[in-house]
């Protein structure tokens, strides 16, 4: 929780960029590598950790590409070192292969990914189009990452300080998932450090030379006889923990005979959507999932047996709808409204769907 | 009734509108409100207008992006052709009548006129047009008060113009008083 107060006793807030309080959430954290190549709209997260990084004792590098980058991102991990990266989506594209060996090999990182238009180099604007990518692995193999989904700048800082944890909690790559929204939006947030940043947790795997000790091996290869399927069954049972981590915003649910599933900016603006029709008497709630792996599906299925509807709204053309279906099949369906990527969305554009969705079309 | 209010302010790059969006903001910061300001995406980025839209609540804030807003604050003519048809009825606009055809005002909304340019220039320099739509703004929307404004103004002026500051001042009770 917040621990910085001025004398009146009220939390000190500042005035940023949600791409800055990425910045400044990674180094509560403890960061202390970040490698990164540049893209827009996520630009000014290198640009704050180039100064402020090696102020804090830490070390900024611009790769010559995001290749390089992500594959940097896995030596510190391997070497028990807090670090991340951060790029939007054509740049997070040319991750995967390193992203899908440090899965493999369980070595804890941070990767922020501020979403842009796609496919291909699409534009420089909000989307949500890399949601499969995020969560359903993007590299090759049966992998996961942690998937947070921040909506505000503040949860821009939080989910940061939190995802250094449950990288180093499960030894995994965690996957910060924003958009061109709340990467260049300003709001204020409360800057907070965590009560300690640990130091330890990597002690018994990381490889800082192995004087006085028996040698460590990191590796995705597994080539003897039942290795990987072995190492797959760990990593399956890792990903089923994870499950306990799963979390989510729910606005106005209780009574709400139609629940919207949205995340991140999508998620905020619908709320807006839903407040106009809450007062013309619409009893409609919202699902913001912060968590998009593991997904917050045993909350809608919990909701769905009480016998609500479900619409989700995204801004692209159908990808989390899959996962909302999947938590509520054989119970009820959920409607789908996709904002195309490449034009802005507003709450207006929700309202219509909505009421579609309310009326069982 | 909750505390709701939202904004696009719009003119020609240059005038200054990026920076009053970041002033009201701080502002509502420091009333102790939730605010949002985002600087608008979309083709009129390419030679028409600049623009920001700037929210401010005593809830937490939904949406930051504002397809029909509740006021405007216009700086020059191609910003009122785009933006007053997309004014909330009964919502509010400020016109910088300097650069823009006050007799263009539809009668659904509610017009204040303000010679911004040359009310800022009368105050010794032209630049400061924002600072008096800003300040005619805040009179007539009543959204925080001018002072918290004014103290606002170390938030958004660089260390290296804080001498300008009481001018900019002076230019926000400028446009205050007018819309008065």
Redesign the interface.
């Known amino acids: 929780m917040p621990n910085n107060t001025t004398d009146t006793g009220t939390p000190e807030r500042i005035f940023i960029k949600g791409n800055e309080a990425i910045a400044h959430g990674a180094l509560a954290a403890g960061c202390r590598c970040y490698f990164g190549y540049p893209i827009t709209p996520q630009n000014d997260i290198p640009e704050m950790m180039s100064y402020a990084l090696p102020d804090a004792g830490g070390e900024f590098v611009q790769a010559e590409s995001e290749v390089a980058s992500a594959n940097m991102l896995l030596g510190a991990a391997a070497a028990g070192i807090r670090a991340l990266t951060s790029s939007s989506s054509p740049g997070i594209s040319l991750m995967q292969e390193a992203i899908s060996y440090m899965a493999g090999s369980e070595l804890p990182g941070v990767i922020v990914n501020m979403n842009r238009g796609g496919p291909g180099l699409g534009d420089i604007g909000p989307s949500q189009g890399d949601y499969f990518q995020s969560v359903k692995g993007g590299g090759h193999g049966d992998y996961k990452l942690l998937v947070l989904a921040p909506a505000t700048c503040q949860e821009c800082y939080d989910m940061m300080v939190e995802a250094f944890d449950l990288a180093f909690k499960y030894r995994n790559p965690v996957m910060v998932l924003g958009d061109a929204i709340v990467g260049q939006m300003k709001e204020p947030v409360t800057p907070w450090k965590p009560a300690a940043v640990a130091g330890t947790e990597a002690a018994d795997w990381r490889l800082e030379g192995a004087r006085g000790r028996k040698p460590r091996l990191l590796k995705s290869l597994f080539l003897e006889d039942g290795a990987l399927a072995g190492q797959n069954r760990h990593l399956q049972a890792k990903y089923a923990d994870m499950q306990a981590e799963a979390r989510a915003e729910c606005f106005l649910t209780d009574d709400a005979e139609l629940i919207v599933v949205a995340y991140g900016s999508i998620g905020r603006i619908a709320k807006s959507a839903i407040r106009k029709l809450r007062a013309q008497g619409h009893k409609v709630g919202l699902v913001r999932p912060q968590t998009l792996f593991p997904f917050p599906g045993p909350l809608l299925r919990g909701l769905a047996e009480q016998g609500k509807r479900f619409l989700t709204i995204e801004h692209n053309c159908g990808q989390m709808v899959e996962d909302v279906r999947l938590s509520i099949r054989g119970i009820v369906d959920s409607a789908f409204y996709g904002h195309m990527p490449g034009e802005m969305p507003g709450s207006d554009d929700f309202l219509a769907p909505i009421l579609d969705a309310m009326g069982g079309k | 009734m909750a505390l709701y209010q939202d904004v696009i302010m719009a003119g020609f790059g240059g005038q200054g509108v990026m920076l009053i969006g970041?002033l009201l903001?701080?502002a509502g910061?420091n009333a102790?409100l939730?605010?949002?300001?985002?600087?608008?995406?979309?083709p009129e980025m390419r030679g028409g207008t600049a623009n920001c839209t700037v929210v401010v609540s005593d809830e937490d804030?939904?949406?930051?992006?504002?397809?029909?807003p509740k006021s405007l604050i216009v700086m020059n003519q191609p910003s009122l052709d785009k933006f007053q048809p997309r004014l909330e009825d009964g919502g509010v606009q400020v016109l910088n009548t300097s650069l823009v055809d006050a007799s263009q005002a539809e009668a659904r909304v509610r017009t204040v006129c303000v010679p911004a340019n040359d009310i800022a220039d009368k105050l010794g320099n032209t630049k400061m047009a924002n600072m008096v739509a800003l300040g005619a703004y805040v009179r007539a929307t009543g959204v925080v008060d001018l002072d918290v404004v004014k103290k606002s103004l170390g938030?958004v002026i660089s260390a290296h113009y804080s001498h300008l500051i009481p001018k900019n001042a002076d230019a926000l009770q400028a446009g205050f008083d007018h819309a008065g």
């Open positions: 970041n903001a701080y910061m102790g939730n605010v949002t300001y985002i600087p608008v995406y979309g804030i939904g949406s930051p992006i504002i397809q029909r938030s």
